[in-house]
């Protein structure tokens, strides 16, 4: 494994809820993120993968440091984030950029594109007016698109092509870590492999790293090094897509991949389908939080929570079964 | 041969602005047909002519939209001649509708009770006890739990699965023959999409009845369809079999969504992609609409549009490159 970039350390991040208009009380907690480790090496991609709900989301923002945790650490580069301060946090959130789902919202309709891109770079560095044009005119290239776009607005383009000023704008302060949150789920079918193609191409020119956010399982598995399964709030599984993808050892990694639509209509695989819904993560089923829905629940599943079990090769799953 | 229950027959709908000058061929020359029990699935991407395809079979258009020619005959009658009022009474009785989102096709008004209830009193003059009986047959059939309470709750009481579960019981309450899913699961998580996918085939196994579905996914396409069809640009520019499709795609646009998709099972390198963007209809390149992006256009291809070539058994494609054969 290459050197890692960033760590998170048994990371927490719990919601109140709370009760009263004015003397708002907490009556409980919605443990979004609860206890989750794992590393990110650079020039990597990690996959997280999870159905709605399961605290992926949460744990992006609390990387991009839109959220304070709740507890544990997140190290970047031998660091803990919530000690940096002054210039180490500036390094820091310029190191780490992201590019979101819906490239409608993301972007300001107001302003051009040129200026969407230069941004970051005008609020970090403040480099004279030539250098920020040229380098608007150089990202634009890298992704894709025509020079002229920079005098364009944003709707004046496309789902994909909006898309790749976002993968612009996040590319602009050369960060050594992106969160794609779902960067391919809001665009046509035709386009999503283009900017799949994209992405990777950029990872492999510049040695970036990814934090992918997505629940198209194909989609992951093609792109990441690594994947980590959440299911409300805990980490399930965790290992490289090739494990993942031929011994899925979860049973609801294994449910997932049952639920993921073939490619063929002659494909066979074992139907493994999930009964209920995924629980209120307000109250979380005791013991395994998967076991109401798990075909192969034991008793020992509904009173002890199981923990993360390292299987061969760095392949981790947390369940009783194994 | 028994008569095909919809046949689809060179449909042409079009959006014309208010003074006539600009015009947008939504739907141009679509023609299939479905018997009963089978599913078609017509993939596309947006803007492709998909979703107006199925609203012009339920005269459902918006009032830009007009069908401009061809016919849509469903069990023999030509619905495109139909007054509003005769349309009414195929409306949710006959032919039905899911669409994509449930939250938006839901009132968050009524209750859920009344919602299934109202297509069965219009349609089937049901009232009273037998009324509130069926009710809870049909939640008890998309597998709601404890129907007595939940017809009494509201839309918003519900997760996402749950409030699409309820949209396909009025879809499905008054035994339509043919259902149309305008993509039913794209706002709902996998292992409520898997489930939901395998509710809708037993519905239709237990009633026999014919389904289109709409989708960007050619992964439901070979989960679900007997039958494919691929729109570009308003054209149908293939339809097969869903096993030919897979494995013998003609349409070089199909072949490439094909390919485009990362597959679960085995390790791909690079994806090929499409290059360049879907047209946009109000200005169409001359030629076949695909030219542009596609990777075998000839010069014929730029210039003039493919007519549709029979390529196998029930297998047509509008591309220039079967005419030889």
């Given at each position: 494994?290459?050197e890692t970039?960033?760590?998170?350390r048994?990371?927490?991040?719990?919601?109140?809820?709370?009760k009263?208009?004015?003397?708002?009380?907490?009556?409980?907690w919605?443990?979004?993120?609860?206890g989750?480790?794992?590393a990110?090496g650079?020039?990597?991609t990690?996959?997280?993968?999870?159905?709605?709900?399961c605290?992926?989301t949460?744990?992006?923002?609390?990387?991009?440091?839109?959220?304070?945790?709740?507890?544990?650490t997140?190290?970047?580069?031998g660091?803990?984030?919530?000690?940096?301060?002054?210039?180490?946090l500036?390094t820091?959130?310029?190191?780490?950029?992201a590019v979101f789902?819906?490239p409608?919202?993301?972007l300001n309709?107001?302003?051009?594109v040129g200026?969407?891109?230069?941004?970051?770079?005008?609020?970090?560095?403040?480099p004279?007016k030539?250098?920020?044009?040229?380098?608007?005119?150089?990202?634009?290239?890298l992704v894709g698109?025509?020079?002229?776009a920079e005098?364009l607005f944003?709707?004046?383009?496309?789902?994909?092509?909006r898309?790749?000023?976002?993968?612009?704008r996040?590319l602009?302060?050369?960060p050594?870590?992106?969160?794609?949150?779902e960067?391919?789920?809001?665009?046509?079918?035709?386009?999503r492999a283009?900017?799949m193609?994209?992405?990777?191409?950029?990872?492999q020119?510049?040695?970036l790293?990814?934090?992918?956010?997505a629940?198209?399982?194909?989609?992951?598995?093609h792109?990441?090094?690594?994947i980590?399964?959440m299911?409300?709030g805990?980490?399930?599984?965790?290992g490289t897509?090739d494990d993942?993808?031929?011994?899925?050892?979860?049973?609801?990694?294994?449910?997932l991949?049952?639920a993921?639509?073939?490619?063929?209509?002659?494909?066979?695989r074992e139907?493994?389908?999930?009964?209920?819904?995924?629980p209120s993560?307000l109250?979380?089923p005791?013991?395994?939080?998967?076991?109401?829905r798990?075909?192969f629940?034991?008793?020992?599943?509904?009173e002890?929570?199981?923990v993360?079990?390292?299987a061969?090769?760095?392949?981790?799953?947390?369940?009783?079964?194994? | 041969?028994?008569?095909?229950?919809?046949?689809?027959?060179?449909?042409?709908t079009?959006?014309?602005?208010?003074?006539?000058t600009?015009?947008?061929?939504?739907?141009?020359?679509v023609?299939?047909?479905?018997n009963?029990?089978?599913?078609?699935g017509?993939?596309?991407?947006?803007?492709?002519?998909?979703t107006v395809?199925s609203?012009?079979?339920?005269r459902l258009?918006p009032?830009?939209a007009?069908?401009?020619?061809g016919e849509?005959r469903?069990?023999g009658e030509n619905l495109?001649?139909k007054?509003?009022?005769?349309?009414?009474?195929?409306?949710?009785?006959?032919?039905?509708?899911?669409l994509?989102?449930?939250?938006?096709?839901l009132n968050?008004?009524?209750?859920?009770?009344?919602?299934?209830?109202?297509p069965?009193?219009?349609?089937?003059s049901?009232r009273?006890?037998?009324?509130?009986?069926?009710?809870k047959e049909l939640l008890?059939?998309?597998?709601i739990?404890?129907?007595?309470v939940?017809?009494?709750?509201?839309?918003?009481?519900?997760?996402?699965?749950?409030r699409?579960?309820?949209?396909?019981?009025i879809?499905?309450?008054?035994?339509?023959?043919?259902?149309?899913a305008?993509?039913p699961?794209?706002?709902?998580?996998?292992?409520?999409?898997a489930q939901?996918l395998?509710?809708l085939?037993?519905?239709?196994?237990?009633s026999g009845?014919?389904?289109?579905?709409?989708?960007?996914?050619?992964?439901?396409?070979?989960?679900?369809?007997?039958?494919v069809?691929?729109?570009?640009?308003?054209?149908?520019?293939e339809r097969?079999?869903?096993?030919?499709i897979?494995?013998?795609?003609?349409h070089?646009?199909?072949e490439?969504l094909?390919?485009?998709?990362?597959k679960?099972?085995?390790?791909?390198?690079r994806?090929?992609?499409?290059?360049?963007q879907?047209?946009?209809l109000?200005?169409l390149?001359?030629?076949?609409?695909?030219s542009?992006r596609?990777?075998k256009?000839?010069?014929?291809?730029h210039?003039e549009?493919?007519?549709?070539f029979q390529?196998g058994?029930?297998?047509?494609?509008?591309?220039?490159?079967?005419e030889?054969?």
């Amino acid at each position: 494994m290459s050197e890692t970039l960033l760590e998170l350390r048994d990371l927490k991040k719990y919601f109140p809820v709370t009760k009263g208009i004015i003397f708002q009380k907490p009556v409980g907690w919605v443990k979004a993120v609860d206890g989750v480790s794992y590393a990110i090496g650079a020039g990597e991609t990690l996959g997280l993968v999870g159905e709605s709900g399961c605290g992926k989301t949460t744990t992006s923002k609390l990387i991009l440091m839109l959220e304070k945790p709740t507890g544990g650490t997140i190290v970047f580069r031998g660091q803990d984030i919530q000690a940096l301060q002054g210039d180490g946090l500036k390094t820091y959130r310029r190191n780490v950029q992201a590019v979101f789902q819906d490239p409608f919202s993301s972007l300001n309709p107001r302003i051009r594109v040129g200026d969407i891109i230069a941004e970051p770079l005008v609020v970090n560095d403040a480099p004279p007016k030539a250098e920020v044009k040229a380098r608007v005119r150089e990202l634009l290239h890298l992704v894709g698109l025509n020079p002229s776009a920079e005098y364009l607005f944003p709707h004046e383009f496309s789902g994909g092509q909006r898309q790749r000023i976002a993968i612009a704008r996040a590319l602009s302060l050369n960060p050594s870590l992106i969160v794609l949150d779902e960067p391919v789920s809001a665009l046509d079918v035709s386009i999503r492999a283009q900017i799949m193609n994209l992405l990777q191409d950029l990872q492999q020119q510049f040695g970036l790293s990814y934090l992918l956010i997505a629940h198209d399982l194909a989609a992951v598995l093609h792109l990441s090094t690594n994947i980590a399964v959440m299911y409300l709030g805990k980490l399930v599984e965790f290992g490289t897509s090739d494990d993942l993808r031929y011994k899925p050892l979860h049973p609801y990694t294994q449910a997932l991949f049952s639920a993921a639509l073939p490619s063929h209509p002659d494909e066979q695989r074992e139907e493994l389908i999930l009964s209920g819904e995924v629980p209120s993560p307000l109250n979380p089923p005791s013991g395994c939080r998967f076991h109401p829905r798990c075909p192969f629940a034991k008793s020992v599943c509904s009173e002890v929570e199981p923990v993360l079990k390292t299987a061969a090769g760095g392949h981790q799953v947390a369940c009783h079964l194994y | 041969m028994t008569q095909p229950l919809l046949e689809l027959d060179q449909l042409r709908t079009y959006f014309v602005s208010a003074k006539g000058t600009r015009v947008v061929k939504a739907v141009d020359g679509v023609s299939f047909t479905l018997n009963e029990g089978e599913t078609m699935g017509v993939v596309g991407e947006s803007g492709s002519g998909k979703t107006v395809t199925s609203l012009s079979i339920l005269r459902l258009l918006p009032p830009a939209a007009r069908i401009v020619g061809g016919e849509i005959r469903f069990a023999g009658e030509n619905l495109v001649a139909k007054s509003e009022r005769e349309m009414q009474r195929v409306r949710g009785s006959q032919i039905t509708m899911i669409l994509q989102d449930p939250l938006m096709s839901l009132n968050p008004l009524f209750t859920i009770g009344e919602q299934i209830a109202e297509p069965l009193r219009v349609h089937r003059s049901m009232r009273g006890q037998s009324l509130v009986e069926r009710i809870k047959e049909l939640l008890r059939g998309v597998r709601i739990p404890s129907p007595e309470v939940r017809m009494r709750e509201y839309p918003h009481q519900m997760s996402g699965g749950m409030r699409q579960r309820i949209v396909g019981a009025i879809g499905i309450s008054c035994e339509p023959r043919l259902l149309i899913a305008d993509e039913p699961t794209t706002s709902l998580d996998v292992t409520i999409q898997a489930q939901y996918l395998s509710l809708l085939k037993d519905i239709q196994k237990r009633s026999g009845l014919a389904m289109i579905f709409i989708t960007h996914n050619m992964g439901i396409v070979a989960k679900m369809c007997d039958k494919v069809g691929v729109m570009y640009a308003g054209r149908l520019v293939e339809r097969a079999p869903v096993r030919t499709i897979f494995t013998k795609p003609a349409h070089p646009y199909t072949e490439a969504l094909l390919n485009a998709m990362p597959k679960l099972t085995e390790k791909t390198e690079r994806l090929w992609s499409i290059e360049g963007q879907p047209p946009d209809l109000a200005n169409l390149p001359p030629g076949c609409p695909f030219s542009p992006r596609c990777p075998k256009a000839e010069d014929r291809c730029h210039r003039e549009v493919p007519p549709e070539f029979q390529v196998g058994d029930h297998h047509h494609t509008r591309c220039w490159l079967w005419e030889r054969r």
